[in-house]
Structure formats: C-alpha cells, structure tokens
C-alpha cells in the first residue's frame, strides 16, 4: 500500500502502513483450526450425529479432559469440508473487549462484513446489545451456511461475556451453527435450547471409544498389535477414555509384555496419568524428557524459545525446533498453533501431567524456568508474556521492572484491564515505584472511572517530590499532565485539558519511544481541545505534529483519524479541494490487504459526501453517503450513522425525493432520539434536520429541533459569546429568523456570529453567514448593502467552488443573483453560479420572475418605451395614461431594478433580458 501525503501549509506527514510482521502473532494461533493427522481414526457414528443437528442452533460437546472433543469436531470438518471459523478460548477470554475482539475477528473469516473496529463504539450496555444486533444482521444477510466452534468454552466464567454469548445463540441466524467444546455444561440457558428442540448433546458416554475404535487407533496411529483380550481389557480398565489410551500405548510401544501390562494397568484416571506419564517419560531418551518437563511451563512454544528454557548437554547437540516437530510426530500430546509449524503447544492434560511431575522432581526448578522465559519474551518483544511469567516466577521487581518500562506502550495498545491486574500483584512496590501510580491512573481513565484518577496522580507526584531532576523524573511528570489533559477532555474541560497537554509537551523529552509515544498523545489530546475552543489554527499544527510523531509506530487507525479531524479544520478554513484530497488519499489507509474498506473509512466517506454535496456534484455525495451508512451500520458508530442519514436527507431533498427524504430524515431523528451523540455530531444532525423543517416550512418544527440543543435564540443578547461547537445552530436560527421575516434579529445575530467566525478564520461559515446577512438586508428592502454583502461572499466560494451554500437558500438568493448580475457584482464566478441555478430550476434563467418583485407587463411595457428614447408625454400619449401615472410608473420600475436614472435602468433591463 502506498503512503499517504498530506500537505498541509507546506507540511508533508507521510505514514506508512505495519507490515504483516508487526501483527501479534497470538491472535491468529487462537484463531487457527487445529491439524489432525493424515492416519486419524474416523468416527462415523458421531460425526453422523453432528450432521444431523447442522439445522439447529447448537451442538454441544461436553466432557472431561481426554476425551477426545476437539479431534472429533475436527475431523469432522476436515470430512466434510464444512466452510468454519474457530476460536480457542482462554482464561483471558472473560475479558468482554477480548473475547468481543477474537469473536468478531473469527466471524470475519466467513461473514467479510464483520470487522473488529464495531468495537469502537461501545459506550455501556446498551452499546453491547447494539453490537450484538449488529452481528446478528450482518450474519443474516450471509446466504452460505457456516459453523462457529468455540473450543474450551469452560475458560469462561465472567457474566458478561456469557450473557452476550447467550444471546446470540438465542438469537442465531440459521445460516450460523454453533459447536461449543468443553470440559464442563456452559453457564448458559441449554434448557431453553433443548425446550425449543435447538440442541444437540454429545457427552462423554457416547465420546468413549468402542473396542473396534480402540482397535484402529491402536493398530493404525500406534502401529501396535493387540490381542481381542487385551483391547477389551484396556477398554474396561480406561472405560473408553482416549488420553488414558494413547498414554497407554507410549509405554506399550517398548514394553516385551503387553499382556502383562495390559493386566496391570488399573487405578483411577489421576493415577493412571502419573503412572502413565512416569512410564512415558522414562522409556524417552532422557533429552526428550527433560525438553519435556522443562517446556511444560509454557503455554505456548518456538523452537528458539526451548532452546532458551532448556539448559542442553554441552557435549550433545540440541535444537529446540527438530525436538518439536519430532514430539508432532510421536504423537506426544503437541498442537500446532499455525500453518508453518513455529507456535506449539501442549495438550492441556498432558502439559498439567507434565507440570506436577516437575514440581514432585524438582521444586525449585519452576521458578528459575520462568524466568528465562521472561527474559525470552522480553528480548523477543513479546512483553505481556514476559510479565506473566516474571509474576509467576516469583520476581516482583522483574515484573516491576517490565511493567515500569513498557506501561505507557500497553495503555496505547489497550491493556490498561491487563495493566491494573499485574499493579496488583506487585503492589507491595508500589509505594517506591510512581510509576505504578502513574499507569493506575491512566487504567482508571481509559475505563471511565474518573473518581480514582487524581488521588493516583497525586499520590505519584508525592513519590516523584523528593527525586533529583533527571530524564525520566520528565518523563512522568509528562505522563501525569497528559493524564490530566485526557480527564480534562472527557469532563468537557478544553481551556484545563489544553493546558494540561500543552504542559506534558513541554516537559516531555524527545528521547525513547516511550517519550516519543507520549507526546504523540499529548499533542493529539491538545488538538482535541483545542479544537473544541474553535482555535483551528492551534488544532492543526497539534495535529500535524501528532502525525508526524505517529509514522514511527506506525499507527494507521491514529493516523486516519488524525487525518480526517485535519481534513475538517481545512473544510471550516474553505479549503475545500485540500480537504477533499487528504479524505481521498486517506482512504487508502483504510482499505483493508484484502481491498474492502476498514469500517473507519465509513468516517471519510461521510466527509466527502459533504465536500462533494457543497460542490454540486451530488451523484458522488449520494454514493459516498450510502457507501458510509453501510460501514457505519456495520461498524455500529451511532454518531456516524446519525450524520450520514441527514446527509442523505439534505441529498433526496435537492432530488425532490420526499418518500426518502422523509426515511432517512426519520432514521436520523430516531438515533439522535435515542442515543447519547457526541456534541459534534449531535449539533451538525439538529441543525440539519431543522434546517430542513424550514425548508418545508415547518417552522414550529424546526424551532423544537433548535431549542433541543439549548441554545439562546434571543440575538439580543449581543455580549454572550457563541460556543464554537454551537455555532450550526446558531446559523440556522438565522435561517428560522429569515422564515418568519424577522430580518433585525438575523442581522443582529448575524453579526455576534461573523465576528468570531472571521477571528478563527473560519471561512466556511463566513460564507454561509454574509449568504444569509444578504439575504436579510434585501429583505429590509437594502439592496446596496445586500449586493456588496453577496459579493464579498461569492469572491470568497470562488476559490474553492462553493456552489450549493447558494443552491440551498432557493428562489430568495436566486433572485438576489440575478440582480447582482445586473448590478455587476459578483466577479467572475457568478456566471457559473446562475447557470448551475438555471439548469436545477429546468428553466431558460434569467427572467423577470427572479426579480426579487417582479415588474408588472405594464411596466416592462414602459421600460421598452424608455428603452426607444421616449419622453414622459410620449409614452403618456402612447399608452393613454395620465403623465403622474408614468411616473409612477417609472419610480416603481427603479426601484425593482435598483435603477437610480433612465440609463441605468435600460442597461439593467438589457442585462436581465427584460427588452425584446
């Protein structure tokens, strides 16, 4: 993909997509269908079972450790080619934002429409219930079947998550099938299922092997020859348990009397597990049991990393990769976690086996283990498991360490739950260590839990007091200002959280990543509220500073909305064609390996609509509109989908399309109605939708819209400051004072408003507002002022081709555009302006009709007669009228054209085509 320019102000900020490299591999290991071998014995009797309830809404599999669940359903898949998508769950997965992040990542597999940024837009609970309709629609519109398997479904406890995943069996459409595999019954309503005949149960008495099962697996997999005697012995003695059977024939590979063993073997499953193992492990040459036991810590595993864990003979060669692909092919309880045969790990059974019988042997060993695993981790970049394992060795000042030294980088990423579980643990540190309070703080933060912030920040600053000034004693006070500044921002606080930021960025030092990444942050966070205030200027070049310090992480979903947020202070600025630029190239950011866009790109596409719309070329704003309501509903961005309605409300209303403009006006009221919109959005929506009550005079209704949001609609009160963020509506109340022809109070407002509009170099709205202040001088009958006001709005959309500011105020700006004409105002663009309103109105334009009054047939029959040179006696002669009425006349006609003298007012008629 190719790097996105943006020049802004002779600035040029270049970001370049991460490559495949960069990605977390963990992810797709939990997402990867476990293999199975070549020689697999086939269970016809239950994947005939499984096939059977593929009409149901799930299958569950349901039995203890060994048993052989997660085999059965893939060889089942692998026989019948089942198109499938699976997730293999761990204890981390009672994390709602982790399990919702592999669920949705999982689901895109089959249903492309499904992306992980849905995520996004979770707000509380009623965000989540959104998000499951949202799945639910998205799979529904999925016509090819598909099966959903959920491995280790027992990792899950938290309610949360099985509330959600409740519900979504409940509600599943019948193009998805669910498969759960687990060592326990699920904490979800199965009596429901069964009631409604929606389960299939396969459980351990039907797991079991047969005796003919036992048989192939033996002989086939094993390569070992039994007795009919001795398979029926081992079927009583493991009552068809499959781990217990497989642990039995390792040892009875090199065993002289399998019959004797055969008899021996009895006891209960944990027994026959350390017996089992013990026999395993001593008839292995001691380097492949001591690989064993030592790489038993791990929950997953590299050749490096053994190499690592593992402290080999000098005198014998090891190679910690060639010893896992033997184990795989010895069939000794490993799992391959991806298509390459790098990530392995144990089967669980077989790893806890492994696990106790190190601690029995060696106790002291774990710890020392886990440690050069840490480090491992850590050097490899793979900083969350180097914590864990830190923790679980016992090294508190380790995790510390790690957590000190990489904290600001996992709160970016998203760890801050992850981040506040290890502070925990090591917290009898904590009251050395500001860091650890530092990090609390920003995890409370991130999570909305607002009320614990300051005394972490404070109880920070008091350990960070008495240290001598050094880089990193900066580096955190830059951390908690930037910390303040986010606090600041969330409470709606811009004029304390700019400080805040601008503060951080001046403490902070341009020496690490961590430093780099934290002014990335904090200039980010002074854009954001400066922005709020309306000071573009400063926004910007935070912004832009922002970008540039984003390309060195490579941080594309930063990256988009940096640009977008930059991409809209160009549209307030009038810098139309810039803006529209930077949306565009910034779409390729957001096109996903895969050529579909990422649901962020729904973002720019509305924004576009926008520019497009204001440039008159409404085919693409209507595309750009729908194209970002299908990301937006997908993605389930309520705030978006608000603005994208009433974008395409306004479009189906210059289309005189009244069935769809009134659905999509509708669809938009209902998400301002019923969701809690940022105020950005909220405004932009209210004052379209009131905007378009006027249109269709519904006065009382757009009034409703504008007092909705609070405002002050008294334009006396000329003191008060207008809110940046308010200003939209403020701008259609001018229009609501227009309407009922209250032109004093347009004009006043008017003022207050193009005020700060020039002062923030706001051009846009500048525009707009000397559009509607022209509009209210020729309605107090000024056409000298409405004609210079006018002009100087047409040379300021010359630049940038603004043409439907113009369009949308109908036949009242039509008409004052033709006298304008007349008057010799305008300057060059005003041509294009009136020919783009004649070819909308469909008719040959200019005429008499767009006179603001337009002049009666006597009086364009006296207007010829002036134009011919006649006196007042000639024309009172000619048309048989009293010499008082000609003038009369005359007076009327001069003050229709804006004529001050009979020339003028031939030259203005010619100009019209008022003369024949």
Same mark, same amino acid.
């Given at each position: 993909?190719?790097?996105?320019?943006?020049?802004?102000?002779?600035?040029? $900020?270049?970001?370049?997509?991460?490559?495949?490299?960069?990605?977390?591999?963990i992810?797709?290991?939990?997402?990867?269908?476990?293999?199975?071998?070549?020689?697999?014995?086939?269970?016809p009797?239950?994947?005939?079972?499984?096939?059977?309830g593929?009409?149901?809404?799930?299958?569950?599999?349901s039995?203890?450790?060994?048993?052989?669940?997660?085999?059965?359903?893939?060889?089942?898949?692998?026989e019948?080619n089942?198109?499938?998508?699976?997730?293999?769950?761990?204890?981390g997965?009672?994390?709602?934002s982790?399990f919702?992040?592999?669920?949705?990542?999982?689901?895109?597999?089959?249903?492309?429409?499904?992306?992980?940024?849905?995520?996004?837009?979770?707000?509380?609970?009623?965000?989540?219930?959104?998000?499951?309709?949202?799945?639910?629609?998205e799979?529904?519109?999925?016509?090819?079947?598909?099966?959903?398997?959920?491995d280790?479904?027992?990792?899950?406890?938290?309610?949360?998550?099985?509330?959600?995943?409740?519900?979504?069996?409940?509600?599943?459409?019948?193009?998805?099938?669910?498969?759960?595999?687990?060592?326990?019954?699920?904490l979800?309503?199965?009596?429901?299922?069964?009631?409604?005949?929606?389960?299939?149960e396969?459980?351990?008495?039907?797991?079991?092997?047969?005796?003919?099962?036992?048989?192939?697996?033996?002989?086939?997999?094993?390569?070992?020859?039994?007795?009919?005697?001795?398979?029926?012995?081992?079927?009583v003695?493991?009552?068809?348990?499959i781990?217990?059977?497989?642990?039995?024939a390792?040892s009875?590979?090199?065993?002289?009397?399998?019959?004797?063993?055969?008899?021996?073997?009895?006891?209960?499953?944990h027994?026959?597990?350390?017996?089992?193992?013990e026999? $395993?492990?001593k008839?292995?040459?001691e380097?492949?049991?001591?690989?064993?036991?030592?790489?038993?810590?791990?929950?997953?595993m590299?050749?490096?990393?053994?190499?690592?864990?593992?402290?080999?003979?000098? @005198?014998?060669?090891?190679n910690?990769?060639?010893?896992?692909e033997?184990?795989?092919?010895?069939?000794?309880?490993?799992?391959?976690?991806?298509?390459?045969?790098?990530?392995?790990?144990?089967?669980?059974?077989?790893?806890?086996?492994?696990?106790?019988?190190?601690?029995?042997?060696?106790?002291?060993?774990?710890s020392?283990?886990?440690?050069?695993?840490?480090?491992?981790?850590?050097?490899?970049?793979?900083i969350?498991?180097?914590?864990?394992?830190?923790l679980?060795?016992?090294?508190l000042?380790q995790?510390?360490?790690?957590?000190?030294?990489?904290?600001?980088?996992?709160?970016?990423?998203?760890e801050?739950?992850?981040?506040?579980?290890?502070?925990?643990?090591?917290?009898?540190?904590?009251?050395?260590?500001?860091?650890?309070y530092?990090?609390?703080?920003?995890? &409370?933060?991130?999570?909305?839990?607002?009320?614990?912030?300051?005394?972490?920040l404070?109880?920070?600053e008091?350990?960070?007091?008495?240290?001598?000034?050094?880089?990193e004693?900066?580096?955190?006070r830059?951390c908690?200002?930037?910390?303040?500044?986010?606090?600041?921002?969330?409470?709606?606080?811009?004029?304390?959280?700019?400080?805040?930021?601008?503060?951080a960025?001046?403490?902070?030092?341009?020496?690490?990543?961590?430093s780099?990444? *934290?002014?990335?942050?904090s200039?980010?966070? *002074?854009?954001?509220a400066?922005?709020?205030?309306?000071?573009?200027?400063?926004?910007?070049?935070?912004?832009?500073?922002?970008a540039?310090?984003?390309?060195?992480?490579?941080?594309?979903?930063?990256?988009?909305?940096? @640009?977008s947020?930059?991409?809209?202070?160009?549209?307030?600025?009038?810098?139309?064609?810039?803006? #529209?630029?930077?949306y565009?190239?910034?779409l390729?950011?957001?096109?996903?390996?895969?050529?579909?866009k990422?649901?962020?790109?729904?973002?720019?596409? $509305?924004?576009?609509?926008?520019?497009?719309?204001?440039?008159?070329?409404?085919?693409?704003?209507?595309? &750009?509109a729908?194209?970002?309501?299908?990301?937006c509903?997908?993605?389930?961005?309520?705030d978006?989908?608000?603005?994208g309605?009433?974008?395409?409300a306004?479009?189906?209303?210059?289309?005189?399309?009244?069935?769809e403009?009134?659905?999509?006006?509708?669809a938009?009221?209902?998400?301002?109605?019923?969701?809690?919109?940022?105020?950005?959005?909220?405004?932009?929506?209210?004052?379209?939708?009131?905007r378009?009550?006027?249109?269709?005079?519904?006065?009382?209704?757009?009034?409703?819209?504008i007092?909705?949001?609070?405002?002050?609609?008294?334009?006396?009160a000329?003191?008060?400051?207008?809110?940046?963020?308010?200003?939209?509506?403020?701008?259609?109340?001018?229009?609501?004072?227009?309407?009922?022809?209250?032109?004093?109070?347009?004009?006043g407002?008017?003022?207050?408003?193009l005020?700060? #509009?020039?002062?923030?170099?706001?051009?846009?709205?500048?525009?707009?507002?000397?559009i509607?202040?022209?509009?209210? &001088?020729?309605?107090?009958?000024?056409?000298?002022?409405?004609?210079?006001?006018?002009d100087r709005?047409?040379l300021?959309?010359?630049?940038?081709g603004?043409?439907?500011?113009?369009?949308d105020?109908?036949?009242?700006?039509a008409?004052?555009?033709?006298?304008?004409?007349?008057?010799?105002?305008?300057?060059?663009?005003l041509?294009?302006?009136?020919?783009?309103?004649?070819?909308e109105?469909?008719?040959?334009l200019?005429?008499?009709?767009?006179l603001?009054?337009?002049?009666?047939?006597?009086?364009?029959?006296?207007l010829?007669?002036?134009?011919?040179?006649?006196?007042?006696?000639?024309?009172?002669?000619?048309?048989?009228?009293?010499?008082?009425?000609?003038?009369?006349?005359?007076?009327?006609?001069y003050?229709?054209l804006g004529?001050?003298?009979?020339?003028?007012?031939?030259?203005?008629?010619?100009?019209?085509?008022?003369?024949?």
């Amino acid at each position: 993909m190719s790097p996105v320019d943006l020049s802004l102000m002779g600035e040029s $900020v270049q970001i370049n997509p991460p490559s495949q490299e960069q990605r977390e591999t963990i992810l797709s290991t939990k997402l990867f269908t476990p293999s199975i071998r070549a020689d697999h014995v086939s269970r016809p009797r239950l994947t005939t079972q499984i096939n059977k309830g593929l009409d149901k809404a799930l299958t569950l599999i349901s039995a203890p450790a060994g048993y052989g669940k997660t085999t059965l359903v893939c060889s089942w898949l692998h026989e019948t080619n089942t198109p499938n998508t699976w997730i293999s769950l761990d204890e981390g997965d009672n994390d709602p934002s982790h399990f919702l992040q592999y669920l949705l990542t999982a689901l895109q597999k089959v249903v492309p429409t499904i992306q992980t940024e849905m995520l996004s837009t979770l707000r509380g609970p009623t965000s989540y219930t959104l998000l499951l309709s949202t799945i639910i629609n998205e799979i529904s519109k999925c016509t090819a079947p598909f099966v959903l398997v959920l491995d280790d479904f027992h990792a899950l406890h938290e309610q949360p998550v099985l509330d959600f995943f409740s519900s979504l069996i409940e509600n599943a459409p019948s193009s998805m099938h669910v498969i759960l595999i687990s060592r326990t019954d699920p904490l979800i309503p199965l009596s429901h299922l069964r009631v409604r005949n929606e389960l299939v149960e396969i459980r351990a008495d039907q797991l079991r092997f047969t005796q003919d099962e036992i048989e192939t697996f033996l002989s086939k997999v094993m390569t070992l020859e039994l007795t009919v005697t001795d398979i029926t012995s081992l079927q009583v003695r493991t009552e068809g348990w499959i781990a217990g059977i497989q642990l039995a024939a390792l040892s009875m590979q090199d065993c002289e009397d399998i019959h004797a063993f055969v008899t021996a073997f009895a006891g209960s499953h944990h027994y026959i597990i350390d017996y089992l193992t013990e026999e $395993v492990l001593k008839r292995l040459p001691e380097k492949t049991s001591t690989f064993l036991l030592r790489t038993s810590i791990l929950s997953r595993m590299c050749g490096s990393l053994c190499d690592a864990i593992v402290e080999p003979d000098p @005198n014998n060669q090891f190679n910690g990769q060639n010893i896992l692909e033997e184990l795989e092919r010895k069939n000794l309880f490993l799992v391959s976690l991806d298509d390459t045969r790098h990530w392995y790990r144990y089967h669980q059974l077989f790893s806890d086996v492994l696990n106790r019988y190190l601690e029995n042997l060696y106790p002291q060993l774990p710890s020392k283990l886990h440690k050069r695993a840490s480090q491992w981790f850590e050097q490899n970049g793979y900083i969350t498991d180097a914590i864990d394992h830190a923790l679980m060795a016992g090294d508190l000042d380790q995790a510390t360490k790690l957590i000190e030294q990489n904290g600001v980088l996992l709160l970016i990423r998203g760890e801050g739950k992850a981040v506040l579980k290890w502070i925990t643990v090591v917290e009898p540190l904590s009251q050395t260590h500001p860091w650890l309070y530092i990090y609390k703080a920003w995890a &409370y933060a991130l999570s909305g839990d607002l009320d614990r912030v300051d005394g972490m920040l404070e109880k920070a600053e008091e350990l960070i007091f008495p240290l001598k000034p050094s880089q990193e004693v900066k580096i955190m006070r830059g951390c908690i200002a930037s910390a303040r500044a986010h606090q600041a921002n969330l409470i709606g606080d811009a004029y304390k959280a700019a400080d805040f930021a601008r503060q951080a960025i001046e403490v902070l030092p341009d020496v690490d990543l961590v430093s780099r990444s *934290l002014r990335a942050v904090s200039t980010s966070l *002074l854009g954001d509220a400066t922005l709020m205030t309306g000071d573009l200027e400063e926004a910007k070049r935070a912004y832009i500073e922002s970008a540039r310090i984003c390309q060195a992480a490579g941080d594309v979903h930063l990256t988009i909305v940096i @640009n977008s947020n930059l991409a809209n202070i160009l549209v307030e600025q009038g810098v139309l064609c810039q803006a #529209a630029r930077i949306y565009t190239d910034t779409l390729s950011l957001a096109t996903r390996p895969d050529g579909h866009k990422a649901l962020i790109a729904g973002r720019l596409f $509305v924004e576009l609509s926008q520019v497009y719309y204001e440039w008159n070329q409404l085919e693409n704003a209507h595309q &750009y509109a729908q194209q970002s309501l299908n990301l937006c509903r997908q993605w389930g961005n309520m705030d978006l989908q608000a603005v994208g309605f009433a974008q395409l409300a306004r479009l189906e209303h210059v289309y005189s399309h009244s069935d769809e403009m009134q659905a999509a006006f509708q669809a938009a009221e209902q998400l301002v109605n019923g969701y809690d919109l940022a105020p950005r959005y909220f405004i932009w929506v209210m004052s379209a939708l009131a905007r378009l009550q006027i249109n269709q005079g519904n006065l009382e209704r757009a009034t409703h819209f504008i007092q909705k949001t609070g405002i002050d609609m008294d334009s006396k009160a000329g003191a008060s400051e207008i809110p940046y963020l308010l200003e939209p509506m403020y701008v259609t109340s001018m229009r609501l004072f227009l309407a009922r022809r209250k032109f004093n109070d347009a004009l006043g407002l008017s003022q207050r408003l193009l005020h700060q #509009a020039e002062a923030g170099n706001r051009i846009g709205r500048v525009i707009e507002i000397l559009i509607l202040q022209a509009l209210a &001088y020729h309605g107090k009958n000024d056409k000298e002022q409405a004609l210079g006001v006018l002009d100087r709005a047409i040379l300021l959309a010359h630049p940038d081709g603004y043409v439907r500011v113009f369009l949308d105020e109908g036949e009242p700006m039509a008409k004052l555009l033709f006298q304008s004409k007349a008057h010799q105002v305008g300057g060059s663009y005003l041509p294009k302006l009136l020919s783009t309103m004649s070819i909308e109105s469909g008719q040959a334009l200019p005429n008499n009709q767009l006179l603001i009054e337009p002049l009666t047939k006597r009086e364009l029959e006296l207007l010829a007669l002036i134009e011919q040179g006649c006196t007042n006696q000639d024309i009172a002669n000619r048309l048989v009228i009293s010499i008082p009425t000609v003038k009369r006349h005359i007076s009327n006609i001069y003050s229709k054209l804006g004529a001050k003298n009979r020339t003028q007012a031939i030259s203005l008629g010619k100009e019209l085509n008022l003369l024949g």
